[in-house]
């Protein structure tokens, strides 16, 4: 796998990577080095998420620097968050069996590739799904889990994803009220 060996992420690394991502990702995920890091994986992501902001921006009506600033910040951290989630559901059902690196690096990968399409309207239908498909063959290959250690995980992972921002929703309503 390029992309760990290098110290930058060129274009090059980005496209061939990716390229890698998109033609056969069980082997992708297989090659990822052990100690992956955050960082490539980091940049990976940030790439896809300027490309992703600004191929949005395209779909908006008004409030370009507002909206450009939610797609960014949210297509950059989401990520984090469900990598975050997912790894300590791993840890309280299994206790710590990978780090916290590869599960990052498996969701900013499977995020990364699947933000080039997730800007089109109405492909969101397609689009998540085939993250989760990402992530799930991501968690098995690159993480060593058995198929149902990873569903299972996963399972969890977007229930407790699900109670936590629809626990956010009354903060969210109030905010926009504020900002009207």
């Known amino acids: ?11 090059g ?12 990702p069980g082997q992708f995920f297989e090659a990822m080095p052990e100690g992956i890091g955050l960082k490539q ?13 600004g191929a949005s921006l395209t779909c908006v009506p008004d409030r370009h620097m507002l909206m450009g600033g939610i797609l960014f910040s949210n ?17 309280m059902i299994m206790g710590r069996r ?4 590869r ?12 933000m080039l399409a997730s800007w089109i309207p109405l492909f969101v239908w397609i689009i998540e799904p085939w993250r989760w498909g990402l992530v799930l063959m991501g968690l098995v290959k690159g993480c060593g889990l058995k198929w149902m250690q990873a569903m299972g995980i996963l399972s969890v992972s977007i229930v407790v994803l ?7 929703s009354p903060v969210l309503v109030y905010l926009k009220g504020i900002l009207n």
Do not use: C, N
């Open 103 to 114: 599960f990052f690096a498996v969701y900013a990968f499977s995020g990364g590739v699947t």
């Open 162 to 168: 699900m109670l936590f921002f629809w626990s956010l």
């Open 1 to 11: 796998m390029e992309i760990a060996e290098t110290d930058r992420l060129t274009a």
């Open 75 to 91: 297509s950059v951290l989401m990520p984090f968050i469900t990598s975050g989630v997912t790894f300590l559901v791993m840890t």
């Open 13 to 24: 690394v980005y496209f061939r990577t990716l390229t890698q991502v998109l033609g056969s």
């Open 41 to 53: 994986p980091f940049l990976f992501l940030l790439m896809s998420s300027l490309f992703f902001t």
């Open 98 to 101: 990978v780090s916290f690196s």
